[in-house]
């Protein structure tokens, strides 16, 4: 009936405010009563902002080292978005904080396999793991995984995790011809800002001041640009928001990519 329907439409609309005044577990509340409808039932954005919302409640209850009570709200994320890339950060976070550190590397591989627009953000927890005293030595399976990626799904921050492993194992040379090669393949302004500083500790006499200068320039420039941009609305930003602060949509903020990004 007329009356049924206008209270589905009304209860959509609840959770905009429930959204906006953040009140989460009355959003999830409303969306799980919303999806006994079979209008909605199979509607993928109400399952994927519900995730988020599951999401905002994990991350206060790590906040509050409440472990147990974040895993539940995780748990609660996947029923809705078996997928979601935040809730397996969070997981992955969980884990290697847990001392799960294999469970923690499994997860941020899932998220790159996934959600390859996301392979920046597993790139610095990802090398946290091996880092760990229990993977300490298996730099080699760490380097062999990030090639790989980094053939599938190039990225300036992979390329530049790989450079630090090389350098760390074979010595500036070696790192820096893989840097090099790198950029023949896919040019990046971070990636030339590494090798120039690179080559200034490699440099003596007369150019070093130059080369000093043109990195220092270079870096301010990258810190002008944006990293992130919002496919909905265009709203550009230095760091990540699940939620985009300009058309409030979520995970629509993706890492930029190209010659200026990653």
């Known amino acids: 009936t007329d009356g049924n329907q206008a209270r589905w439409e009304a209860l959509s609309r609840l959770i905009t405010v429930y959204q906006v005044e953040k009140e989460w577990e009355n959003a999830i509340d ?114 062999n995984y990030l090639l790989r990626l980094l053939d599938e799904e190039p990225r300036t921050s992979v390329l530049l995790a790989v450079v630090r492993l090389t350098l760390d194992e074979d010595g500036d040379g070696k790192a820096l011809a893989t840097l090099a090669e790198g950029l023949r393949q896919r040019p990046s302004l971070k990636g030339f800002k590494v090798l120039l500083d690179m080559q200034i500790r490699q440099s003596e006499g007369d150019f070093q001041p130059y080369l000093r200068l043109t990195t220092d320039n270079l870096g301010r420039y990258l810190q002008t640009k944006p990293g992130y941009r919002c496919g909905h609305c265009g709203f550009e930003t230095r760091k990540l928001y699940w939620q985009c602060p300009s058309c409030q949509k979520w995970e629509q903020l993706k890492p930029l990519q190209g010659v200026e990004g990653d």
Do not use: M, W
């Open 30 to 143: 409303a969306v799980d009563k919303l999806l006994q409808h079979p209008k909605y039932r199979r509607e993928k954005s109400l399952r994927l902002v519900a995730a988020h919302y599951c999401c905002e409640l994990a991350d206060q209850s790590i906040k509050n080292k409440n472990i147990l009570e974040a895993r539940n709200y995780i748990r609660r994320a996947f029923q809705f978005d078996r997928t979601s890339p935040r809730a397996g950060l969070l997981l992955s976070e969980i884990e290697r904080e847990s001392g799960n550190i294999d469970r923690a590397i499994r997860e941020l591989i899932r998220v790159a396999e996934q959600h390859p627009n996301f392979i920046t953000e597993i790139v610095g927890p990802l090398i946290t793991c091996f880092q760990l005293e229990e993977k300490r030595g298996n730099s080699a399976e760490l380097k």
